[in-house]
């Protein structure tokens, strides 16, 4: 055997290591799913005042009821795309992607137990800058690992959640009034809308074209 | 003194790529080495008969399925083959 040769099989090996790897499934529903359901999350503040006088119940438990259910839609749905997409090309649950769906679960569940932790306090504005890191850092994560076609956006969800919380903390006065929480929980809310619902709407479109302009 | 059973281009690559998979489908191997049913059922009986690599059987409703994973004999020939790669071409330079 010449060097040549040995080269072409080093190749071959980096080739089928490097790219075929990280097998993942995609699917645009996930995506859509989400996107609905972080927009109903994110305008939980004008909707469930309704359920908490209509109910007699707390604002935190409207929100620890909407949350639970939110996981497991969200997961449950992902989960059966994803097994269907999985079924659909013969790949196996790989242990990346295990490892993927515990880093999501991980932090949109924290994301939410604080989110229902935090309800009763004028420090909930604040919520929606660690929603968008923990979406942001996961995708980021997510990225590394597989490859996907979202690049870099997980890094500008991190930077924004970043620029939001230090925006608010140095807008919000020693003695902030409630039109200083208002105000900024628009700005949070607004953002939410766009880096995340937004953010997952887009992925899905992107997928269902990229698909469509495959077949 | 290289493996002759890895040292294969396309046994290289089935080795290589169940190596970074728990498992693989004959169907997924099928469209990654592009090769014919025959071509490919005969590289990977020679891969299982040397204990490289292992398949189960099952099915998916009324569909046959097999999956394909490496064996700790078969992830332990394929590193030390990538080791004598590395020092044989570390040796040509």
């Known amino acids: 055997m010449d060097k040549e040769e040995a080269l072409k099989q080093i190749e071959t090996i980096k080739n089928a290591v490097i790219n075929k790897g990280y097998v993942m499934p995609e699917s645009p529903e996930h995506y859509f799913v989400w996107a609905v359901l972080s927009a109903i999350g994110i305008t939980a503040g004008d909707w469930s005042e309704w359920f908490v006088a209509r109910f007699s119940v707390s604002y935190e438990l409207v929100l620890g009821v909407y949350f639970t259910i939110m996981l497991l839609v969200g997961f449950g749905a992902s989960g059966w795309f994803f097994s269907k997409e999985m079924q659909k090309n013969d790949h196996a649950c790989t242990p990346h992607l295990r490892a993927l769906r515990t880093i999501y679960l991980s932090s949109i569940g924290f994301a939410s137990i604080l989110t229902v932790a935090m309800a009763r306090f004028d420090a909930i504005v604040f919520i929606y800058g660690v929603w968008i890191f923990a979406i942001g850092f996961s995708m980021y994560v997510e990225n590394a690992v597989s490859r996907r076609f979202f690049g870099e956006q997980g890094l500008i969800l991190v930077a924004v959640s970043a620029l939001y919380v230090l925006g608010g903390s140095f807008y919000l006065p020693s003695s902030p009034t409630d039109e200083h929480f208002c105000a900024l929980n628009r700005v949070g809310e607004t953002l939410s809308l766009i880096f995340i619902s937004g953010m997952f709407a887009y992925l899905g479109a992107r997928l269902l074209v990229k698909r469509r302009c495959d077949v | ?93």
């Open chain 2, 1 to 93: 003194m290289f493996d002759p059973l890895l040292h294969h281009p396309v046994r290289t690559k089935i080795v290589s790529m169940l190596s970074v998979n728990e498992t693989l489908s004959y169907k997924l191997l099928k469209e990654e080495t592009g090769l014919t049913d025959g071509n490919l059922a005969g590289y990977l009986k020679s891969l299982e008969g040397a204990g490289y690599i292992e398949f189960e059987k099952s099915f998916e409703g009324r569909k046959p399925k097999t999956s394909y994973s490496l064996s700790e004999k078969g992830r332990a020939a394929f590193v030390t083959y990538l080791d004598e790669l590395k020092v044989f071409i570390k040796e040509q330079e």
